[in-house]
């Protein structure tokens, strides 16, 4: 039995590796820089979360409750999930910046679009129907 098929035995069960697992080994890579470019002071808690997430990410790794690990790497999937689609709309905003004027609904924060130059405007939320007063 050669290398690679003695470690696809050792490997068989468990869970592997995983988004959140890519995630873990950024952060700790993350962790390795900032504790670097820092003051000294704060170095031990970088390495502190350095090997945390580095032991988290090699138990998640060699687990066998690979329910428990795919219910984390849901969860973590979600959460990416919600920050790429802020940078999306962040980024579609920059781009129309020059046509439309973007408001948040004082009531349930939720993001409006008018187009601009069109003075003042009374705009209603689509989302709760709360109406009020901005200059596009
Ligand atoms: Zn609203």
């Known amino acids: 039995?050669?290398?690679?098929?003695?470690?696809?035995?050792?490997?068989?069960?468990?869970?592997?590796?995983d988004q959140l697992g890519r995630f873990l080994i950024l952060a700790a890579l993350a962790c390795a820089l900032l504790g670097m470019l820092l003051?000294?002071?704060v170095y031990p808690l970088f390495l502190l979360l350095q090997y945390a997430a580095l032991i988290y990410c090699i138990f998640r790794l060699l687990s066998r409750n690979v329910y428990?690990?795919?219910?984390?790497?849901?969860w973590y999937l979600k959460k990416e999930q919600a920050v790429m689609r802020w940078f999306r709309s962040l980024k579609d905003r920059w781009q129309q910046r020059k046509e439309y004027k973007f408001f948040r609904c004082p009531s349930c924060h939720a993001l409006l679009r008018v187009p601009r130059g069109k003075g003042k405007l009374v705009l209603?939320?689509?989302k709760c129907?709360?109406?009020?007063?901005?200059?596009s």
Do not use: H, L, V
Not at 1 to 17: I, K, L, T
């Open 1 to 17: 039995m050669n290398f690679r098929q003695r470690m696809q035995q050792f490997m068989y069960g468990r869970n592997g590796f």
């Open 39 to 41: 003051p000294r002071t």
């Open 68 to 74: 428990q690990r795919q219910r984390e790497n849901g």
């Open 124 to 126: 209603t939320c689509r």
């Open 129 to 135: 129907g709360n109406r009020f007063e901005r200059k």
